[in-house]
């Protein structure tokens, strides 16, 4: 089975600065992929950054970076220069089927 | 183009009722999903559809659950002799492919209300 832990429920961080988000993980695949989706208080998923297990370098979209130690089994979302439109849940998640943690729910500070 | 939808956005309904939850997909993407998320939680998987069939039915929680995508685009989730439990958003994704490495795209979710 699969399984995410997100263990920080709630994050603050002051606009303009950067905020690192913790995910780590259980599989017992071999290859696998790793999902980070925001999702505002409008309810939509929105989806931000992949990384998959083979991939060697860590996965960047814009202001997301991914960073993935595998031996660890952690996929970190960094967002840089966080922006008050970013206050939001944020999901990791691993699938196929998604798996998902529990979120945590950021708030950007002006 | 267009994203995923789903109707209704609400549904509110009684404790021992039936209802239908629908979802049209991105146009061409062959993978679709079900998931349903209580309040505070992380969405979790209820069943996947690759084309026509359920690939993988195991995250439904009993057999008052049942879902369909006989044409291989539009899908119908359905609930039978609702609970109060089953009180939650559903949401629908889909994906080009399906598969670990392709991104699903989530649909704005039909909130369920059972009374």
């Known amino acids: 089975a699969q399984k995410i832990t997100q263990t920080q429920p709630g994050m603050f961080v002051q606009e303009k600065e950067a905020v690192t988000l913790d995910c780590t993980y259980d599989t017992s695949d071999q290859s696998y992929g790793l999902f980070w989706y925001k999702q505002p208080s409008s309810g939509e998923m929105i989806f931000l950054i992949y990384?998959?297990?083979?991939?060697?370098q860590n996965a960047t979209e814009g202001r997301y970076s991914l960073n993935f130690q595998k031996a660890r089994k952690s996929a970190n979302l960094v967002i840089s220069a966080s922006q008050l439109g970013d206050s939001a849940m944020y999901f990791c998640?691993?699938?196929?089927?998604?798996?998902f943690g529990q979120g945590t729910e950021l708030s950007v500070k002006p | 183009g267009a994203g995923v939808s789903q109707t209704p956005s609400n549904k509110v309904t009684e404790k021992g009722k039936y209802v239908e939850l629908r979802c049209d997909p991105i146009s061409g993407h062959t993978a679709l999903y079900w998931y349903r998320q209580s309040l505070g939680q992380g969405p979790e998987f209820l069943i996947y559809f690759q084309g026509t069939g359920a690939a993988d039915d195991s995250g439904l929680p009993n057999d008052r659950f049942f879902a369909v995508r006989p044409e291989g685009s539009v899908s119908t989730l359905k609930i039978q002799r609702t609970e109060r439990g089953d009180s939650a958003v559903y949401l629908c994704?889909?994906?080009?492919?399906?598969?670990?490495?392709?991104?699903?795209?989530f649909g704005p979710g039909t909130r369920l209300t059972v009374l």
């Open positions: 990384q998959g297990s083979y991939d060697e």
């Open positions: 998640a691993i699938g196929g089927k998604l798996i």
């Open positions: 994704a889909s994906s080009s492919t399906g598969g670990t490495y392709n991104e699903q795209f």
